[in-house]
C-alpha cells in the first residue's frame, strides 16, 4: 500500500507540472519558446529583458502557478522516493542513490520558493539538485532497481541517466547542439521526470503474481493421470 502511494505521487507531480506548464506558458503574451526560455522563466515575478545566460524578455503573469507546481512536483517527488522501497534493492548504495533522487524534489521546493529573479543564489542551489546530484541518482538507480524489475527498464534508467548528466554538462558549457539554452536545459532535466512517470505507472497497474506455497511458478510439476 505504501509504495502504490508513492507510485500515485510520482505520477501525480509529473502530470500536474506539465499541466501547468502549459498554462502557464500559454498565457505569455510574448510566445513562449521551449528553445529559447529557461524553465525558470515561467515563474520569474517580474517582466525584464534577462541577459544570463542568453538575453531574452521573460513575462509570465502566471508566475505563482508555475511556482506552486514547483512546490508541488517538488513535494511529491520526495513522496515518492520515501514510500517506494519495494522498488529497490537493499544496501548503503540503495540508500544513497534515493536520496539523491530525492534532492530533486528538494530542489524543485527551491526552485518554487526562490524564483530565478528574486533570490537567485537559492534557486541556483535548486537548479543543481535538480539537474546535478539527482541525475547522479538516476544514473546509479539503473543498477540499485529490484531484480524484479525487468533489465530493459534498468537499462533505460541508466541511459536516461547518462542522457542527462551529459545534456548538463553542455548546458553548462554553453554548448546546446543547435537545441537552443532551453531545449538543452530540458534534456538535462525532464529525464528524471519521465522515469518518475514511467515507473510510477508501471508500479500502479502492473499486477502482482501469485505464487502457490512452497511452488516456484517457473518449476511447476504437471501430474501423470492416474487410473485408466
Same mark, same amino acid.
Given at each position: 500500500?505504501?509504495?502504490?502511494?508513492?507510485?500515485?505521487?510520482? *505520477?501525480?507531480?509529473?502530470?500536474?507540472?506539465?499541466?501547468?506548464?502549459?498554462? *502557464?506558458?500559454?498565457?505569455?503574451?510574448? $510566445?513562449?519558446?521551449?528553445?529559447?526560455?529557461?524553465?525558470?522563466?515561467?515563474?520569474?515575478?517580474?517582466?525584464?529583458?534577462?541577459?544570463?545566460?542568453? $538575453?531574452?524578455?521573460?513575462?509570465?503573469?502566471?508566475?505563482?502557478?508555475?511556482?506552486?507546481?514547483?512546490?508541488?512536483?517538488?513535494?511529491?517527488?520526495? *513522496?515518492?522516493? *520515501?514510500?517506494?522501497?519495494?522498488?529497490? %534493492? %537493499? /544496501?548503503?548504495?540503495? #540508500?544513497?542513490?534515493?536520496?539523491?533522487?530525492?534532492?530533486?524534489?528538494?530542489?524543485?521546493?527551491? #526552485?518554487?520558493?526562490?524564483?530565478?529573479?528574486?533570490?537567485?543564489?537559492?534557486?541556483?542551489? /535548486? !537548479?543543481?539538485?535538480?539537474?546535478?546530484?539527482?541525475?547522479?541518482?538516476?544514473?546509479? #538507480?539503473?543498477? %540499485?532497481?529490484?531484480?524484479?524489475?525487468?533489465?530493459?527498464? %534498468?537499462?533505460?534508467?541508466?541511459?536516461?541517466?547518462?542522457?542527462?548528466l551529459t545534456a548538463f554538462g553542455l548546458f553548462l558549457s554553453g554548448h546546446y547542439l543547435g537545441l537552443g539554452m532551453g531545449g538543452m536545459e530540458r534534456? !538535462? !532535466?525532464?529525464?528524471?521526470?519521465?522515469?518518475?512517470?514511467?515507473?510510477?505507472?508501471?508500479?500502479?497497474?502492473?499486477?502482482?503474481?501469485?505464487?502457490? $506455497?512452497?511452488?516456484?511458478?517457473?518449476?511447476?510439476? #504437471?501430474?501423470? $493421470?492416474?487410473?485408466?
Open positions: 500500500m505504501k509504495a502504490r502511494i508513492g507510485y500515485s505521487a510520482w *505520477v501525480a507531480g509529473v502530470v500536474q507540472f506539465f499541466a501547468v506548464h502549459w498554462f *502557464v506558458e500559454s498565457a505569455w503574451a510574448r $510566445p513562449y519558446s521551449w528553445a529559447r526560455n529557461n524553465i525558470s522563466d515561467l515563474g520569474n515575478a517580474h517582466c525584464a529583458l534577462q541577459s544570463d545566460p542568453e $538575453p531574452r524578455y521573460v513575462c509570465s503573469p502566471e508566475h505563482a502557478a508555475m511556482n506552486a507546481s514547483f512546490i508541488a512536483l517538488g513535494t511529491l517527488l520526495v *513522496v515518492g522516493t *520515501v514510500l517506494t522501497g519495494a522498488l529497490w %534493492r %537493499r /544496501g548503503s548504495t540503495s #540508500a544513497v542513490t534515493r536520496c539523491l533522487l530525492a534532492g530533486a524534489g528538494v530542489g524543485f521546493v527551491l #526552485a518554487g520558493l526562490a524564483p530565478a529573479d528574486v533570490h537567485e543564489n537559492q534557486h541556483v542551489l /535548486g !537548479a543543481l539538485l535538480i539537474m546535478g546530484t539527482a541525475n547522479i541518482g538516476l544514473f546509479l #538507480a539503473g543498477t %540499485r532497481l529490484a531484480e524484479d524489475v525487468p533489465v530493459p527498464l %534498468r537499462r533505460l534508467t541508466t541511459l536516461l541517466g547518462i542522457t542527462a534534456v !538535462a !532535466a525532464f529525464p528524471l521526470l519521465a522515469w518518475a512517470l514511467v515507473v510510477g505507472g508501471r508500479g500502479l497497474f502492473r499486477r502482482k503474481t501469485r505464487r502457490t $506455497p512452497g511452488t516456484a511458478p517457473e518449476m511447476r510439476i #504437471a501430474r501423470a $493421470p492416474q487410473g485408466q
